[in-house]
Nanobody, 121 residues
Framework: QVQLVESGGGLVQAGGSLRLSCTAS????????MGWYRQAPGKQRELVAT???????NYANSVEGRFTISRDNAKNTVYLQMDSLKPEDTAVYYC???????????????WGQGTQVTVSA
């Protein structure tokens, strides 16, 4: 099976920075894309930043210019550098990967457990 393990969340003051990491492990044949979503209380889960299957990046308008997604393919790891954080960035951040397992025929999306990011005013 597959595990996506996130780390790096926490409490930070407005204007501060955090860096999230997510590593995929297990019987992985190939990873098509990885990225980050978030869900604030009472709201739907929304895209934050992701690598597309073509390798380009896609950001939510609300984080463009403040957040940077990067990856280390050799480590099956994706990062999210979050700068100039705002209270409205407070949410549980979820890592996601679209991948194919060893011996599998199809690609599926997997999710991590989530890591809490809280930004105080």
């Amino acid at each position: 099976q597959v595990q996506l393990v996130e780390s790096g969340g926490g409490l930070v003051q407005a204007g501060g920075s955090l860096r999230l990491s997510c590593t995929a492990s297990g019987s992985i044949f190939s990873i098509k894309s990885m990225g980050w979503y978030r869900q604030a209380p009472g709201k739907q889960r929304e895209l934050v930043a992701t690598f597309t299957t073509g390798g380009t990046t896609n950001y939510a308008n609300s984080v463009e210019g403040r957040f940077t997604i990067s990856r280390d393919n050799a480590k099956n790891t994706v990062y999210l550098q979050m700068d100039s954080l705002k209270p409205e960035d407070t949410a549980v951040y979820y890592c996601t990967a679209h991948l194919q397992l060893v011996g599998g025929r199809y690609e599926y999306r997997y999710w991590g457990q989530g890591t809490q990011v809280t930004v105080s005013a």
